[in-house]
């Protein structure tokens, strides 16, 4: 079992600058993953994708982000996603996943089509 664990929201006016951190614990075993990622869910929307970062160093960010956000994963299995040049349309919770490996052979990883875990996310809130 995998445990994400979010930290780094809060209250922002717009404009200002947040820094989210995603780290994870394992009951013992070792954690393949696929990618981790950064969704948010705003009220009465759905929940979206706003980057992901992939074993391989591959980045992925929704277009509105984009030139605004910075995701990253350091060597202390720490995922951070550094939000600059917040807007109000930003406002909303933040959840850490990550995909779970299901199967790995030498370079190759079988990646399921969704996460596997999720954190509890972690309110971002920016005002006008």
């Known amino acids: 079992q995998v445990q994400l664990m979010e930290s780094g929201g809060g209250s922002v006016q717009a404009g200002g600058s947040l820094t989210l951190s995603c780290s994870y614990e394992?009951?013992?075993?070792?954690?393949?993953?696929?990618?981790m990622a950064w969704y948010r869910q705003a009220p009465g929307k759905e929940r979206e994708m706003v980057a992901s970062?992939?074993?391989?160093?591959?980045v992925r960010y929704k277009e509105s982000v984009r030139g605004r956000f910075t995701i990253d994963q350091d060597h202390a299995n720490n995922t951070t996603l550094q939000m600059k040049t917040l807007q109000t349309e930003d406002t909303a919770v933040y959840y850490c996943a990550a995909r779970e490996a299901t199967y790995v052979n030498d370079n190759y990883r079988r990646c399921p089509p969704n996460p596997n875990y999720w954190g509890q996310g972690t309110q971002v809130t920016v005002s006008s």
């Open positions: 970062i992939s074993h391989d160093g591959t």
């Open positions: 394992t009951s013992g075993y070792i954690f393949v993953w696929c990618d």
